[in-house]
């Protein structure tokens, strides 16, 4: 039971040193200090906290993680101001330039010949404005991780075991790997005029973080049950819940709404490129062989109902 409780307060623990590092990117990148009011949205986990540990002992939920659910809450905000501003001062920030850092770090020699202090610390200065857009990165990439190893560390709910844990955590690293992808890429693929695009790109981005308190693609509603496998219910949705949830995931949730956003990208902004249209084609690819497979689904379904009747007969 104490390590229970450890690893529930450790989790929610990185997860609000995370959001509270995104606040102060926040006031550092928007220089007005109101911006800690975001810090109220650490409260609902705060209290989250103290009612999983006094009610259920640090255990978190089956089908639905609100420890996740909250600290997406506690983060988010805080991103999409930081990508807006981005956004809007892009030829101030600029996109981050690894030949700057070579040239900070390796001509060591040039600058002694030159024998300029100055040089360098300009080139030093130089880089830090031109990598501001790293912060952001770096939040997305740790945010997408942390989410991975907090949901790893969080003590296992009544009803999940932990090969059903292990697949969830499978599932989510490939997630993860796709919302950054297409979150950088995407955006940067935005033209400067075009500010709708950007809140179509983070609204899509903030509707695919939902997968990640959601645990219906693997732990069905019927999977906790102990029924027999020969026993089988009156409709497709009792029967194969856990496949039919993922298929929903994907269509709807992931590969979907990626894919509409990618052609919205190319065809009303006329942005094309191979990686670009390379993604576009993965999604479709997903989301037709999804629709495949719910059309098998329904067909192997139609033939185990009629199938009894026939043997009856015979």
């Not at 200065?125 to 952001?136: H, M």
């Not at 400067?192 to 983070?202: G, Q």
Request: one cysteine or more; hydrophobic letters at 50%.
């Amino acid at each position: 039971v104490f390590s229970h409780f450890l690893s529930a307060i450790i989790t929610r623990a990185l997860f609000i040193l995370l959001s509270l590092v995104a606040v102060w990117r926040v006031i550092w990148v928007k220089k007005h200090p109101y911006y800690w009011l975001l810090t109220l949205l650490f409260l609902p986990l705060v209290v989250e906290m103290i009612i999983t540990l006094r009610k259920r002992k640090g255990l978190d939920y089956k089908w639905f993680s609100p420890t996740i659910f909250l600290f997406l809450i506690s983060i988010i905000p805080s991103i999409w101001i930081l990508e807006l501003h981005h956004q809007q001062n892009r030829e101030q920030d600029g996109k981050c330039n690894y030949e700057s850092l070579e040239q900070v770090w390796l001509p060591k020699n040039e600058s002694s010949e030159n024998g300029t202090i100055g040089n360098s610390l300009k080139e030093v200065k130089l880089y830090r404005v031109i990598c501001k857009d790293s912060w952001i990165l770096a939040l997305h990439q740790i945010l997408l991780i942390l989410l991975i190893i907090g949901k790893w560390l969080l003590p296992l709910g009544g009803g999940i075991t932990r090969d059903q844990l292990s697949q969830l955590l499978l599932i989510f690293v490939g997630t993860a790997a796709d919302i950054l992808e297409f979150n950088s890429e995407t955006l940067g693929d935005v033209k400067e005029n075009s500010r709708e695009l950007v809140y179509v790109i983070l609204g899509v981005w903030t509707w695919s973080m939902l997968q990640f308190p959601c645990h219906l693609s693997v732990v069905g509603p019927m999977s906790g049950e102990a029924a027999d496998e020969s026993v089988q219910g009156d409709s497709l949705w009792s029967n194969r819940s856990t496949d039919l949830w993922s298929i929903v995931e994907t269509l709807f949730i992931h590969d979907g709404p990626f894919l509409v956003v990618r052609l919205i990208v190319m065809i009303h902004f006329g942005t094309f490129h191979q990686m670009l249209v390379f993604f576009a084609f993965k999604n479709f690819l997903v989301v037709i062989l999804n629709v495949y497979r719910l059309y098998i689904l329904y067909h192997d379904f139609k033939s185990s109902v009629h199938s009894p009747v026939g043997d009856s007969a015979d």
